[in-house]
């Protein structure tokens, strides 16, 4: 993660997906153009879930959770 005076920008990496998260539509164009010129990559648009942990996202505010992960998990154990 890295924030500075007028943003923060946050590069989640697991083995080949990539998360991007920007405080701008600027800041997200910029950094995607810029890894798109080093790397071999594929916008996969808004993010739903990445690794697991499902995402969702309105206007103000970005939501992350495993409630699936963890109803498995209890299932499991007869809970």
């Known amino acids: 993660m890295r924030c500075k005076t007028g943003g923060i920008k946050i590069v ?3 083995v080949d997906d990539l998360l991007l998260l920007m405080d701008s539509d600027e800041s997200m ?3 995607a153009a ?3 010129g080093k790397f071999d990559l594929t916008d996969m648009g808004e993010p739903s ?3 697991g942990i499902e995402i969702t996202q309105d206007e103000d505010s970005v939501t992350i959770s495993q409630i699936k992960y963890i109803k498995v998990i209890l299932e499991r154990e007869g809970m």
Request: aromatic share 8%; glycine share 0%; charged share 25%.
């Open 12 to 14: 989640m990496a697991w």
């Open 29 to 31: 164009s910029k950094l």
């Open 34 to 36: 810029d890894m798109h």
């Open 49 to 51: 879930k990445i690794v």
